[in-house]
Nanobody, 127 residues
Framework: VQLQASGGGQVQAGGSLRVSCTASGRTLSRYTTAWFRQAPGKEREFVANIRRSLSSSTTAYGDSVKGRFTISRDNAKNTVYLQMNSLKFEDTAVYYC???????????????????WGQGTQVTVSS
């Protein structure tokens, strides 16, 4: 599966932004898909994931984004979205989407859990 991330940009603190991860080549609902982010000089950080349809499409979030970000999937568009509200300066990073068709026990919050990656999209939050 090929993943294309898009929708990043610059927004003021407190604002909202939605990034998209569109798949080609395969049906994305068969994959668990996640968003990670990486700020300069920092490790890649888990943001959110949405399980494959066979796993009831359950979602999980990193502690730093709970209550502010929402992950969802539009099967008709073969796209996973990350809606980001109440953005903070510290949300500034390159956002990457990853996907895997493997069933992995546990929360699937490690980058190593995912086999396919998009190219990343920059999100910049100004204070």
């Amino acid at each position: 599966v090929q993943l294309q991330a898009s929708g990043g940009g610059q927004v003021q603190a407190g604002g909202s932004l939605r990034v998209s991860c569109t798949a080609s080549g395969r049906t994305l609902s068969r994959y668990t898909t996640a968003w990670f982010r990486q700020a300069p000089g920092k490790e890649r950080e888990f943001v959110a994931n949405i399980r494959r349809s066979l796993s009831s499409s359950t979602t999980a979030y990193g502690d730093s984004v709970k209550g502010r970000f929402t992950i969802s999937r539009d099967n008709a568009k073969n796209t996973v979205y990350l809606q980001m509200n109440s953005l903070k300066f510290e949300d500034t990073a390159v956002y990457y989407c990853g996907a895997t068709e493997r069933h992995v026990a546990g929360p699937m919050t490690r980058a190593d859990d995912y086999s396919y990656w998009g190219q990343g999209t920059q999100v910049t939050v100004s204070s």
